[in-house]
């Protein structure tokens, strides 16, 4: 075996990605193709109190524009230039309407303790849809009810009513 195959699997990428948490100022360790959503979940566990949660994961390089791994994106590596690191709740409490970016940045919700049937009904980034049926559907159906027995009524009145409206006009001709 040769200098250079001694070295390949040294000079190879290594089986990992390193992500600097902001908040704790640690690098921790993830395999390529991790959910950004777990990472981010992962490294919130391990910070003391008070410190500000990770929002998400991006990937910097000097001069060039940051790619930002939403919570089902994997984890990849672009390139030794490419650094990724966590974006924390202070770094978005300053960006916003009116900073100069022109960018809105997104809101975190925090959704209380949930337990029971509920549980399996919530799911976060989705909106939770109201109920199918509500007074307004039960009122707007009995008013559709009450016009179709209102028109049903003119109907058989007029239909009762014809042939002696017929004789009348017959007669006065």
Known sequence: MDEAEAEAPHSAAPPFLEVKCKSSGKTRRFAEGTDAGFAVSLMNRKLDNG?????????????????SFGPNSLLVDYGVEW????????????????????LVRP?????????????????????????????????????????????????????ENLPSLVQFLSSSM
Do not use: W
């Open 83 to 102: 650094k990724l690191h966590t974006v924390t709740e202070v770094d978005f409490a300053g960006a916003g309407i009116g900073n100069g970016e022109g």
């Open 107 to 159: 809101r975190t919700v925090r959704v209380g303790n949930v337990n029971g049937s509920e549980a399996s009904h919530l799911q976060l980034g989705k909106k939770v849809p109201k109920p199918a049926i509500s007074f307004v559907y039960i009122a707007k159906i009995v008013v559709a009810f009450v016009l179709m027995f209102v028109l049903g009524a003119i109907f058989t009145i007029a239909l």
């Open 51 to 67: 410190a500000p949660k990770a929002l998400l994961i991006e990937a910097i390089k000097e001069g060039e524009e940051p790619i």
